[in-house]
């Protein structure tokens, strides 16, 4: 850190990294703190101290004719590139030690694209900032950064072609100018675009511009044009008075006034940014002398905080993966330890030559290749594959199809999004015959459709109310059953009729309104309306499955430390109550016994919960969520069995055994008993049967009628990875000859399982 850097300005970057930290701390770890929304705000602190320190770095090499933009180029890379590597370095090294092939798949492409500095266009595809998905993102904080390089790639330009044609009076005119339009564009994208808004470039642009005009009008500008004598002499005297200590407290209250009270329910950035711009912009403004800011701590944090912030979201993000219970606060100490750390062995360092870039391009090469397959060959299949999300490689084009075994009579129709999904890999294992029409992230019924994050309305999403009107009509006689996650599309609902864009407070009048119309629709049909499953947060379960499966040092030291909890306390979802009053409200409904009701509500938690506290694995080691929110393959057959119950269809082959018990490969030459992993009997509810119970099911189909469709998933699908989608889809839809050969029932199974 430069000695002659201003110590108001190392004193803003201590309340950034602070704010944002405690943010992140806070919110993720104890999500039911409602105070501090304003947290996140310490990013678009930094983003007006860089805008001001690249200006300042620009005009002043412009002006005494010596700048070179090899040389800006070459000295930003300095300061953020080593810091960043070793980061992602070392955070590569723990996930390949400790987390599953998945995980690690995204979490290496992730670092991929932060090391060139395009991350914020990766998440601003993938990633809500403020969803609960943010926490499987260790390196999402980067986003930040690629949005300040590329500020650097354009602006030094800019102001180079300005510098050729204009005054300096003009040049700060101009960025003036250009701050208000990035401003109002960055306002139209939230409104429109909201994820992307969020992360990119042109809609953060005004907030590195606001660091520029502090630059261009500083506080003495204002005190030489009062004293010009060209302004009434009250407004004169006013700005007179105020001195450097009022500008920079007046911007700090205005800073902890927005960390307190902002929030991010209507997206960022929106108009509401401007206060906390200007709150920073007086603070560097005023370059106060003797800032309330150059205390010892604020200075020390300051100098620190590149690294903090650097160090802070991975060391969270891997804390709560693997589930250790900490006070919020209490992370704060490795995350300042691993910060100075950091600054100190890497930071400060500035001489790094051809062996750091050589260094560089490594990392960022094995980034690249482990995010192809996630290092697989570290886990066992066997061990893992019922972890799996519930619904891998089941078509969800917003179409219809047909998965299980298509030699019976269908059994039902499902029709929803990824929460519906994910019962699909247990409904294929029992043998079940279902009519699916799946789209991931859609809501779309008769009166309304969702804006997905992106802004638009998925075509695909839109037509699949159309294909499960067309799927009730051919299938007249089946049940349907609807699943989704209800309360995730409040906020994003559109009236189909007029594109009117449905108000947070109404949400649940218009879910209401489509459950009405889906039973006026589907009149004379059982219709089943699924409700959200409770939500984990960060997937524990999965974690302990991990670290029982990797054999390695570090992993084995962790699991000495580590208890694996069968359960945990869950929180309710409000949605769900109001599900079940609307659909008891039902005019159909009405006067009937539960037995008789055409439409009815079933609660997937309670197969697996009591009360609050609900079952988050399966056995020793397999996880009941696939990601804290999805049901795994394995965590979904005790709620497809509730759910079949409460729907009148038989049970199938019910798997019980997950092969759990052992961690490792089944040894060779070892053989299978033809039932073994399934269970016939009476359906048990969760509560009614002890936590370690096997659910047991009624008598089993015969499987010999699925052999044929099974083989032909898993002939297409073993071919390639690439291809398993397309062959899962292509299986499920097309019927085998009936005569192909008849495979007994534990080679059908084992065929499906490959498929998958």
């Known amino acids: 850190m430069a000695k002659d850097l201003r110590m108001d300005i190392t004193g803003l970057r201590a309340i950034a990294v602070l704010s944002v930290t405690i943010y992140h701390l806070v919110h993720v770890l104890t999500p039911e703190f409602t105070y501090f929304r304003g947290g996140f705000l310490g990013v678009d602190i930094f983003f007006v101290i860089s805008g001001y320190l690249m200006t300042m770095i620009i005009i002043k090499g412009l002006s005494h004719g010596n700048f ?39 979490m290496c492409y992730e670092a991929f694209t932060a ?81 992307y808004s969020y992360y990119i470039l042109p809609s953060r642009a005004f907030e590195l511009m606001f660091g520029a005009l502090a630059y261009y009008y500083p506080l003495s500008f204002f005190r030489v044009v009062a004293k010009g004598h060209l302004l009434p002499e009250t407004l004169r005297a006013r700005i007179l008075a105020i001195t450097p200590l009022r500008a920079e407290a007046a911007g700090l209250i205005i800073i902890f006034i927005s960390l307190a009270v902002i929030d991010d329910a209507h997206g960022w950035p929106t108009l509401w940014a401007v206060v906390p711009l200007f709150g920073t912009y ?18 020390k944090l300051g100098l620190w905080s590149y690294a903090i912030y650097l160090a802070h979201w991975p060391l969270i993000v891997f804390i709560t993966k693997l589930g250790f219970n900490v006070w919020c606060l209490e992370l704060l100490i490795p995350i300042f330890i691993l910060g100075v750390l950091l600054h100190y062995l890497v930071e400060r360092r500035r001489n790094f030559g051809y062996v750091f870039l050589g260094s560089y391009f490594v990392v960022a090469l094995c980034a690249w290749y482990i995010s192809i397959n996630g290092a697989k060959f570290r886990l066992d299949h066997e061990v893992t594959r019922y972890a799996q999300y519930g619904g891998h490689s089941v078509p969800f084009e917003g179409t219809i199809n047909a998965i299980g075994n298509l030699e019976r009579k269908p059994d039902f129709i499902l029709i929803g999004d990824s929460f519906a999904r994910h019962y699909a890999l247990d409904l294929i294992d029992r043998g079940l ?146 599900l079940q009053r609307s659909v008891l409200e039902l005019p159909q409904n009405q006067h009937l016994t539960d037995k008789d009701r055409p439409v009815k509500y079933i609660d997937p938690n309670e197969a697996i919960c009591v009360d609050s506290n609900c079952e988050i694995l399966v056995g020793k080691y397999i996880p009941v969520y696939q990601d ?117 029932a534990t080679e059908a199974l084992n065929l499906v399982k490959k498929s998958i």
């Open 433 to 578: 015959h279902v009519i699916t029409v799946f789209r991931d992230g859609c809501y779309s019924w008769s009166n309304y459709v969702n804006r997905r994050s992106e802004g638009h309305i998925d075509e695909k999403c839109a037509m699949r109310y159309s294909e499960a009107k067309k799927a009730v009509d051919k299938y007249p006689d089946l049940p349907i059953v609807v699943a989704q996650d209800w309360p995730r599309y409040q906020g994003s609902l559109v009236r189909r009729s007029d594109d009117f864009q449905v108000p947070e407070h109404l949400f649940e009048k218009a879910v209401k309104r489509d459950i009405q119309s889906m039973a006026a629709r589907f009149k004379n049909r059982k219709l089943y309306i699924i409700g959200t499953p409770r939500q984990t947060v960060f997937d524990v379960g999965s974690t302990c499955m991990y670290l029982h499966a990797l054999q390695n040092p570090l992993s084995r030291f962790i699991r000495a430390h580590f208890t694996c909890t069968k359960s945990k306390e869950l929180n309710a979802i409000p949605m769900n109550d109001f």
């Open 115 to 195: 090391l060139f500095f395009v991350s914020n266009m990766y998440f601003a595809q993938k990633t809500d900032y403020f969803a609960n998905s943010a926490l499987d993102q260790a390196f999402l904080h980067t986003w930040s950064l690629s949005v300040e390089w590329q500020f650097y790639m354009f602006y030094p330009l800019l102001l180079i072609l300005l510098r050729k044609f204009m005054s300096t009076k003009s040049i700060a005119r101009t960025v003036l100018v250009l701050t208000i339009f990035f401003l109002i564009f960055a306002c139209y994208l939230t409104n429109n675009f909201p994820r």
């Open 628 to 744: 804290g929110l999805h049901y795994s393959w394995a965590g979904s057959v005790k709620i497809v069995s509730y759910i079949l119950s409460q729907i009148g269809v038989k049970q199938g082959k019910v798997r019980t055994n997950f092969e759990d018990e052992v961690v490792g490969k089944t040894p060779e030459g070892e053989s299978v008993d033809e039932d073994e992993g399934y269970a016939d009997g009476p359906l048990l509810n969760s509560s009614q049967a002890p936590a370690t119970a096997p659910v047991p099911a009624p008598a089993a189909q015969a499987a010999g009628s699925e052999a044929e469709s099974a083989a032909a998933a898993a002939t297409t699908a073993t071919t390639t990875p690439e291809a398993a989608p397309k062959a899962v889809s292509k299986a499920a839809t097309k019927v085998a000859p009936t005569d192909a050969p008849q495979p007994t």
């Open 282 to 299: 007086l603070c560097i403004a005023a370059d106060n002398k003797k800032s309330l800011l150059r205390n010892i701590v604020f200075q």
């Open 68 to 106: 070179s933009l090899y040389d800006f180029y070459k000295r930003r890379a300095q300061r953020i590139c080593p810091a960043l590597m070793v980061t992602i370095a070392v955070f590569m090294i723990l996930g390949y030690l400790l987390i599953g092939v998945s995980d690690l798949k995204r």
